[in-house]
């Protein structure tokens, strides 16, 4: 079989980025005000916000990392993943709270809490931190997508072109836009992921 990249894996990928942003961009005329643009007035469905939740903790640079830490610590490495697991429930349960609170940001619940001083801080800390986190999940995404086109595919294009689309339908269509991009990016990944399964046992030779 040829594994090597061709004009129809380029094709797919231009697709997807064309695709994505599109969508991202028509939603934005759901945006009306800053109540939508910012928390979707609070009525997205639960398949939505399942969608959001998968969709935003998995990313292309998961499987390479899983793939690492299997190789250095055995089965045990299923944790990285399993932690989830008994996260979200404690994300569904503290939901109720969050709407109740009517704020926007975590920065604005710190602030209530402990004043002005510590909302500072935690800001400080929070750009700091996403960042840094932006950073390093653009630099593996580039670099799973450069390996995985046979270094046709610069890694530094990938972190431009991923971080163009992120500003073009974040920016422009609020968390609606951001919310919907991340449910078809769920649906992708599981559908995708189960679609490797026979590969990936040919590859090492079965069960």
């Not at 609070?42 to 969709?55: D, L, S, T, V």
Request: overall charge positive; proline content about 1%.
């Amino acid at each position: 079989m040829d594994n090597s990249f061709n004009w129809l894996d380029t094709a797919v990928i231009v697709l997807y980025f064309v695709v994505i942003i599109g969508y991202g961009l028509w939603l934005t005329k759901k945006v009306k005000s800053s109540s939508v643009y910012f928390i979707g007035e609070r009525k997205f469905g639960w398949w939505i916000m399942m969608g959001q939740a998968f969709g935003t903790g998995t990313h292309t640079e998961n499987f390479v990392a899983q793939t690492g830490a299997s190789y250095q610590l055995g089965f045990a490495a299923i944790w990285y993943q399993w932690k989830n697991m008994i996260i979200t429930p404690f994300y569904w349960l503290i939901a109720p709270w969050y709407r109740r609170s009517r704020r926007t940001t975590v920065g604005e619940i710190v602030e209530d809490r402990y004043g002005s001083w510590m909302v500072t801080l935690y800001s400080i800390f929070a750009i700091l931190f996403f960042v840094f986190a932006q950073g390093a999940l653009l630099k593996g995404n580039g670099k799973v997508i450069s390996i995985a086109s046979g270094d046709m595919i610069s890694v530094d294009g990938v972190v431009v072109a991923m971080t163009v689309a992120f500003i073009l339908y974040s920016f422009l269509g609020g968390l609606v836009a951001l919310a919907y991009a991340n449910f078809i990016q769920a649906i992708m990944i599981i559908i995708l992921s189960f679609m490797l399964i026979p590969s990936c046992l040919n590859a090492v030779g079965g069960f």
